[in-house]
Structures are given as structure tokens and as C-alpha cells.
């Protein structure tokens, strides 16, 4: 019998499937041939309909709630498709600011993968974003989000609100943001030199800018891109972590109201705190680690700036020297061991200390955390009412007046070190041209030294502000705790039951060591003691069993099938239950009873 349901889940999904990708041109480029996107959208859909509950699904004889579901499913798949495209705009924004600032913006090439017009930089960015997509396994993670989505957003449901359509729009502010910051170093150093060339044309007012600035923008901009490449590279890959999270912060706002809820009064628990770091949830500071790596860099430039531009240059010298004449095919390899081997040598050292800066600054405010869990598709790690507080919150207002300060203070330095050395920057029209590459180390180094030191103060101050909001975020209310006590001291019926199992365990060992007693002390009727007693032996006699009622009368049957001797002492059976306990010797007060017990004992096993 043929599956109806199964058939019109499988159109949904694809409708889904279909969404996404239209949204997100990244993943399957315009110049894919559309059967091939077809194909292998089917073959998603029908991968993806075996995990997911379909249930929901209409059946053909409800048109019109069928074209409903097939719209909504539809637009939930360009949610979906927009948000994963965020990471590959963010790469795009970084490449297109840059263009505008070294001049590349003036021309610009259709770009297939996105089916529109791009600059230079921006589609390098944009197929840099592709590459990195796919190395990290990013369609992994976007297949796992996808079907993600189905456990918050069921199959034919419509989930665009008022609250979903806001936080799309803070995401895509936020992505804006890290393409910025992927461009900042250079729109800073680009900054300066506008600056300088500036204050030269009203200096030198025959000096033609226009005609210089180029070049200069230009030389600066690749000499720029060249060091900080790593820096960009780790930037992009971060960014992409955050996709997932941007997935579960939209696909968790279904409801934003929330009323009468528990004040959060008390302090996080210690196991709270462990499982919000298991989870990845703890306080950081983004532009302490941004400020501790511009840092880095700093230092790296100053130490090994010379050094870097001697290799430059020897590396110059080889190419024109493997050129020089008839270029042959043993010139072409010549030139591609030079451009990789002595290239790398070149850019690993800065690179190495940047990255190894970087993870650094980033175990310092965390810690090492191995987990996964930041990555996997989980809608519960984010609170909806969260979502919807954090528009209305300080928070957005703290970032404001964060990143604001950040442009004046770093506007301020560019100016402070124009003014401060602009005779320096002069002069240096009348050095050679190896010892400009040499000043403008200097000068790189000491911008980036005091934008770093900015940005790690402003950094701690985040960080100390982060961790503050973080204790806060992470308060319970008093019924929570209460309800953490329970999980961990466990339920008092189970936690009474579990004491009867151990009562019971601990009586069959108690009934076991009963056949290797040497005697058992009875009241007669109530009381029964077993005890044991080695012969040559250094310690005391010790108590083995003991019990009252119906365990003395088992005590007592399992000695009589044994043939464990039986002595009746009533004062001294009540004595030993109450002060001696099982596996613990008698004490010195009991030493004289005990053992004209133990003498009845061998005058009956003597006989």
C-alpha cells in the first residue's frame, strides 16, 4: 500500500531543503547545473525523512492546508538558507571594505558563485569563505542543523514572528561586525596613511595625493593582508562557529512572554557552573583576545620586522634572478619552490606567534574545555526569554558605547602619532628606498602596540563585565536548587529503597560470615550475637552478626546447621548487640565474659 504521508513529507522537506540553498548561494553556486541541485536535493530529503517525526504532514485531500505547509516550509528554508549565509556576508563585507580602502572598489568582475558583480577582494574573501567552509566540514554541520530545525520548527508549521524577524536582524548586525573587525588593521593603517598623505598635501601643496595615494594605499593594503593573512583565516573559521548558535537562538523564539516568573536570588551552584562549561557557556571576552593577538603581533613585528623584510627582499631577488633570460621549465618550478618554500618561512614565524597568542589569551579567560557541545545543534542550550530581554537589555547599549569608545580611542592614537612624529614621517621622502621599509615597520609596529594596549584594557574591563553578567545569567531561583539538591541527593522514596537494598546486601554478608563463628551469644529469645575467635591470634574476639527477633532466630538456625556452639548469657548477648558493632572487636570492659564464654567452648569441643 502506498504511503501517502511519506511521499508529501518528502515534498515538504525538500521545499525546506530548497529554501535553504536558494538562501544560501555559498554551499550550491549559481553555476551549478539545476538538475544536479535537484538531484541532490531529493537525495537529502529522503536521507534527512527517516529522522525526523513527519507525522504532521497533510494529506492530498486537504489542498489548501497542503499549499499552506508547502509555503511555510518553504520560508523556513530561507530563514535557515539566510542565517548560514551570514558567514559567507561576513566575508564578503571584509573583502569589499578593504577594496574601498586600498581602491579597488572601482572595479569590479561578475562573480558566478553568487551571481552578481563583486571587487577584487571581496570574491577572494567570498571563495577564501567557500574554501574554509569545506575543510572545517561546515556541510556537516549544516546538515545537522537542518535536521535540528525539525525538533522546534515540526514539519508544515510557521514560526516567522515579530521576535524571530528582530533577531535575525541582530544577527546580521553581528556578522556586519566581525566583517569589520576582519578588515579593521588595515582600515586603521589605511586610516593613518590618509592621515599622513593629508597633513604632506597641506605641507607640500605641489605634491600630487591623488596620483601618490594610490600606490601607497595599495602597497600598504597587500603588505597589511600579507601579515595579518592568519589573523583573517582564524577570524572567518570563528565566525562559522557561530552559525550554529545563530540557528538555535532563532529556532528557540516561539514564546517570549513569560509571567511571574521566579526571582533568580541565588547563587549559581558549583554543578551549575560545570555543566554550563561542559556545554561551552562561559565568560569571555572577544576583544581582550582581539587586543592580546594585535599585541602579539606587535611584538612579533618589532622583533622580527627586520628580519622579515630582508627575507622579502632576498625573496624578490631570487624571482628576478630565476627570470632573468629565457624562462624555461626548470625556472617555473624554481619559482614555485621559492614562492612556497621561502614564502612560508617567511610568514610562519609572525603566524605561529599570532596563533599560539591567540589560543592562549582564549585558555586564559576559559580554560581548557574539551566539548563539543557549542557545535552540536542543541535548542535547549538557549533561553527564548533570553533572546527577547537581550534586545530591550544594557547589554546592547554596554556594546554600543563599547564599540564607540573603541573608534574614538583608536581615531585619537592615529592622530596623537601623526602629530607626535610628522617630522619623522617627513623625512622620510629622503631615505633610501630598503631603509623605508625599515620606518614603516617602525611605524606599523608602534600603531599596532598602542591600539593593542587600548584594546586589552578595554578587553579586561569587558571580560570583568562579561563574567559579572555571566554569575548573573547563571542565578537560580530557590525551587531550582531545590530541585538540584533532589537529582543529586536523589527522590526519598528511591533513596529509601536504595537503603533498604544496602540493609539487605549487608545482612546476607552478615548472614554468610555466621558458619565460620566460633560461638553465638543468645538471651535466649531476642538477642543473638555471633562471635569469631582464632586461636594464637593477637586481636580480641570479633563480632561477626548480630541481630534481635526474626534475624536471632536466623542467626541461631544457621549455627545449629553448622554446628557453631550456642551459649546462652543473656546480659552479656543484650551488652555486645548495643555497645560492639559488626566487624569490631570487643572492648577491654568485655574482656572477662567473653572469655569464659570462649573457655565453655573448648571444654565442649574438648569433650
Do not use: W
Amino acid at each position: 500500500m502506498i504511503n501517502i504521508t511519506f511521499f508529501v513529507a518528502l515534498i515538504l522537506i525538500t521545499l525546506r531543503l530548497a529554501g535553504m540553498f536558494i538562501a544560501a548561494p555559498g554551499i550550491l553556486p549559481t553555476g551549478t547545473p539545476n538538475i544536479l541541485k535537484a538531484v541532490l536535493i531529493l537525495i537529502l530529503a529522503y536521507m534527512v525523512l527517516p529522522v525526523i517525526n513527519y507525522s504532521g504532514a497533510s494529506a492530498l485531500t486537504e489542498p489548501t492546508k497542503l499549499i499552506i505547509q508547502c509555503l511555510n516550509e518553504f520560508s523556513t528554508g530561507l530563514a535557515v538558507g539566510f542565517i548560514i549565509n551570514l558567514f559567507f556576508i561576513a566575508a564578503r563585507i571584509a573583502g569589499s571594505i578593504i577594496d574601498m580602502q586600498v581602491g579597488f572598489s572601482m572595479v569590479t568582475l561578475f562573480d558566478p558563485t553568487a551571481n552578481s558583480t563583486a571587487t577584487y577582494l571581496e570574491r577572494f574573501f567570498n571563495l577564501i569563505a567557500i574554501m574554509i567552509f569545506f575543510i572545517i566540514d561546515g556541510h556537516h554541520y549544516v546538515i545537522k542543523a537542518f535536521i535540528a530545525t525539525y525538533d522546534k520548527v515540526s514539519i508544515g508549521v510557521f514560526f516567522l514572528d515579530q521576535g524571530t524577524l528582530q533577531e535575525i536582524l541582530k544577527l546580521f548586525g553581528h556578522f556586519y561586525a566581525i566583517g569589520v573587525k576582519i578588515a579593521l588593521p588595515i582600515i586603521l593603517v589605511i586610516l593613518v596613511a590618509d592621515v599622513l598623505m593629508g597633513v604632506l598635501s597641506r605641507t607640500m601643496p605641489q605634491l600630487n595625493i591623488m596620483i601618490l595615494g594610490m600606490p601607497v594605499k595599495l602597497l600598504i593594503g597587500f603588505g597589511i593582508l600579507a601579515v595579518s593573512a592568519p589573523f583573517f583565516v582564524r577570524l572567518i573559521t570563528n565566525s562559522f562557529q557561530e552559525v550554529p548558535h545563530a540557528l538555535e537562538k532563532i529556532f528557540s523564539i516561539t514564546s517570549i512572554l513569560v509571567v511571574f516568573a521566579d526571582e533568580k536570588s541565588e547563587e549559581a551552584t558549583s554543578k551549575k557552573l560545570a555543566d554550563a562549561k561542559k556545554k561551552g557557556q562561559i565568560a569571555r571576552s572577544k576583544d581582550l583576545g582581539l587586543g592580546i593577538t594585535f599585541l602579539a603581533t606587535a611584538f612579533g613585528l618589532a622583533a622580527l620586522g627586520n628580519m622579515f623584510i630582508d627575507r622579502m627582499s632576498n625573496i624578490i631577488m631570487k624571482f628576478f634572478s630565476v627570470t632573468n633570460g629565457n624562462l624555461t621549465e626548470d625556472g617555473l618550478i624554481e619559482i614555485l619552490k621559492i614562492a612556497m618554500i621561502d614564502g612560508a618561512i617567511l610568514i610562519l614565524p609572525i603566524a605561529f606567534i599570532v596563533m599560539v597568542t591567540g589560543v592562549a589569551a582564549s585558555l586564559a579567560q576559559t580554560g581548557f574545555m574539551n566539548t563539543s557541545e557549542p557545535l552540536k545543534p542543541d535548542l535547549k542550550k538557549i533561553n527564548p526569554v533570553d533572546g527577547f530581554k537581550r534586545i530591550f537589555s544594557m547589554r546592547s547599549v554596554v556594546d554600543l558605547l563599547k564599540n564607540v569608545t573603541i573608534i574614538i580611542i583608536v581615531g585619537y592614537v592615529g592622530y596623537k602619532l601623526v602629530s607626535d612624529d610628522i617630522v619623522d614621517i617627513m623625512l622620510l621622502i629622503n631615505l633610501k628606498e630598503g631603509a623605508i621599509l625599515y620606518e614603516l615597520k617602525k611605524i606599523v609596529t608602534s600603531i599596532l602596540l598602542k591600539i593593542a594596549l587600548i584594546l586589552s584594557v578595554i578587553g579586561i574591563a569587558d571580560y570583568m563585565y562579561q563574567k559579572k553578567k555571566f554569575l548573573k545569567e547563571m542565578r537560580m531561583t530557590k525551587q531550582e536548587v531545590k530541585e538540584e539538591y533532589k537529582q543529586m541527593e536523589g527522590d526519598p522514596e528511591i533513596k529509601a529503597k536504595r537503603k533498604q537494598k544496602m540493609k539487605e546486601l549487608s545482612r546476607a554478608r552478615m548472614m554468610a560470615a555466621v558458619p565460620n563463628a566460633t560461638v553465638v551469644v543468645t538471651n535466649p529469645t531476642h538477642f543473638a550475637v555471633a562471635l569469631k575467635y582464632e586461636e594464637g591470634s593477637a586481636g580480641a574476639p570479633m563480632v561477626v552478626a548480630k541481630g534481635t527477633d526474626n534475624i536471632a532466630f536466623k542467626i541461631k538456625e544457621i549455627a545449629k546447621e553448622n554446628k557453631v556452639p550456642i551459649i546462652e548469657n543473656k546480659p552479656l548477648a543484650r551488652l555486645i548487640y548495643k555497645e560492639v558493632d559488626i566487624d569490631e572487636e570487643i572492648p577491654i570492659d568485655m574482656y572477662q565474659a567473653v572469655a569464659e564464654i570462649l573457655a565453655m567452648v573448648l571444654k565442649m569441643k574438648k569433650r
